[in-house]
């Protein structure tokens, strides 16, 4: 049973800012990109973000110029920091590894997941 662990998350006014974190272990994390999805009330799971396994960094037209993704070699994480937030970045974020990360973002057949982490923006 392979374990992303998020954290961060919760809730923010518009116009706010969050960061969310994901630890995985050192085997997944150094042979499979990284990122974040998203699954919002009555919305189907989208990609959000993700760095490739040679460190190419791709985002969704919806949150361009807004979120950042980064990545820490050294304890194996990776961190999505969210600022401008908007209701509609309202979701269930969840951490993933091993899908495809381009300039579309989306899940594989053996894609490993978090348990997720709720924000909420108002």
């Known amino acids: 049973h392979v374990q992303l662990v998020e954290s961060g998350g919760g809730s923010v006014q518009a116009g706010g800012s969050l960061r969310l974190s994901c630890s995985a272990p050192s085997w997944i994390f150094r042979s499979n990109c990284m990122g974040w999805f998203r699954r919002g009330p009555g919305k189907e799971r989208e990609g959000v973000a993700c760095?490739?396994?040679?460190?190419?960094?791709y985002y969704s037209d919806a949150v361009k110029g807004r979120f950042t993704i980064s990545q820490n070699n050294g304890d194996n994480t990776v961190a999505l920091q969210m600022d401008n937030l908007k209701p509609e970045d309202t979701a269930m974020y969840y951490c993933a590894a091993g899908f495809y990360c381009g300039r579309l973002i989306r899940p594989a057949d053996n894609t490993y997941w978090g348990q997720g982490t709720q924000v909420t923006v108002s």
């Open positions: 760095v490739g396994v040679y460190g190419a960094i």
